[in-house]
């Protein structure tokens, strides 16, 4: 097999970069926007109120988050293809568990195991897959991904919310759990590898050093691997900013995206409506991955980073104040271009900043984060609409949070680039493939 990799005509990573794309995807069931699809039948099925329910998905939340680190631990110590294998394998089994549950304490575990699987531990390897097999070409691989996984989420969201809506979210999720155990599963173990190094390869294309396939020399060793390492990496301003940043993001994300229905019907529109703005959504952050993969290319990220968190605290400003078709469309196109380029933001400027060293800890820690952030969101506006009968508070105060984010991000820079160790030096050659 390490053969018909290296002697694929196009670098292998690409391939690699496809199936991280669609693991991402997979973790629908364990985010907030996948739960969203079946919080109001759910809610009405196991007569849950929504004040509840958000709390269980807080805890749920914050007790899924360990995963990340650990997950990044594991992936540094023994690799991505059997750690996404077991990972999808047992993602897929709580899900379709998941879709028996009768009653709330089982419904407990089975958040905690979905966010713990899912939007942990399934995030942290499909982000470590893509940083492990590019170096130089990060920012375009990081758009290709971002591209890739838009278009797998554009397919996801209709098709599962289809099916909720026919045959009921029970039937929804557990044809969503065979999925990932018994297909995106076996692909993982079929076409994933360790690394280029693994393969003979240097990240982005080429031979390594004239290395033979498998051997453990210099470039595949972990502590020969250029970067900065993880507890110098989370002191600087940089790592905070951008982690809580996108952690904003994804606090506003998910408390949106799980109470999407409610909150728009705050404001006199229909269930319809909610999957009109899904849709528009996901095609504007198509759009806002490919500007925003391009743009890394020359605007410094720190900037890309602040005009992003700007156009979504203005996005989420306005929802309060919505009363027209067109202006909800608006709202989901700012919350899209938005959180398009915050996601490339997110899947680039690790490796990019700290090196491939602790890329797996350094992305665990800042997905640790996000999630805890993802936890508060839904909590936070359960909260506000029982004590104020509206999400409108809260919207606004965090509209001015980001905003405040945004004006740190002017005021940082990237670490400089770490050095390459000086035996991958003497080993480098030209690229030789795409």
């Keep these: ?183 995106l599963a076996p692909l993982a173990w079929l076409i994933v590898r360790r690394s280029p190094e693994a393969c003979g390869l240097e990240p982005d294309g080429g031979r390594a050093g004239g290395q033979e396939p498998g051997a453990r020399g210099p470039a595949l060793a972990g502590d020969e691997l250029s970067g900065h390492a993880w507890s110098t990496a989370i002191l600087t301003p940089a790592f905070w900013v951008f982690a809580i940043g996108t952690a904003l993001y994804g606090l506003v994300a998910s408390g949106i995206g799980l109470f999407n229905e409610s909150i728009l019907a705050e404001r006199g529109f229909s269930p319809d409506v909610y999957y009109q703005t899904l849709v528009v959504t996901a095609f504007v952050a198509l759009a806002g991955n490919f500007l925003g993969g391009w743009l890394a290319r020359s605007v410094s990220l720190p900037i890309l980073l602040s005009v992003s968190l700007l156009i979504l605290a203005g996005g989420v400003a306005a929802l309060p104040h919505v009363t027209a078709l067109s202006h909800v469309m608006l709202w989901a196109a700012a919350m899209g271009l938005g959180g398009g380029i915050v996601m490339v933001l997110f899947f680039s400027v690790w490796p990019r900043a700290f090196g491939r060293r602790d890329l797996g800890r350094i992305q665990g820690a800042a997905q640790a984060l996000t999630v805890v952030a993802s936890a508060m969101g839904p909590l936070l506006l359960a909260w506000c609409v029982e004590w104020t009968g509206s999400y409108a508070a809260m919207f606004r105060l965090l509209a001015a949070v980001i905003a405040t984010v945004a004006i740190a991000g002017l005021l940082v820079a990237l670490p400089s680039p770490p050095a390459l160790p000086s035996r991958l030096l003497e080993n480098r050659q030209p690229e030789g493939r795409m």
């Design 1 to 183: 097999m390490l053969g018909a990799v290296r002697r694929t005509p196009i670098y292998y990573g690409w391939f690699v970069l496809i199936l991280a794309a669609l693991a991402m995807v997979g973790t629908l069931p364990g985010r907030s926007q996948g739960l969203g699809l079946v919080t109001e039948p759910l809610l009405a099925d196991l007569s849950l109120d929504r004040v509840t329910y958000a709390a269980l998905n807080f805890w749920a939340t914050i007790l899924g988050a360990a995963a990340a680190i650990g997950m990044g631990h594991a992936i540094d110590r023994w690799g991505t293809r059997g750690v996404l294998t077991a990972v999808a394998f047992s993602l897929g089994l709580v899900v379709c568990a998941m879709s028996t549950t009768t009653g709330v304490a089982a419904l407990a575990v089975y958040l905690t195991l979905t966010r713990a699987l899912g939007q942990s531990a399934l995030s942290v390897v499909s982000l470590a897959m893509v940083g492990h097999w590019f170096v130089r070409r990060i920012d375009v691989a990081m758009a290709v991904y971002s591209v890739a996984l838009s278009i797998g989420f554009m397919m996801a969201f209709p098709v599962v919310g289809a099916i909720v809506q026919t045959s009921g979210w029970r039937t929804a999720w557990f044809l969503v759990g065979c999925g990932l155990a018994f297909g």
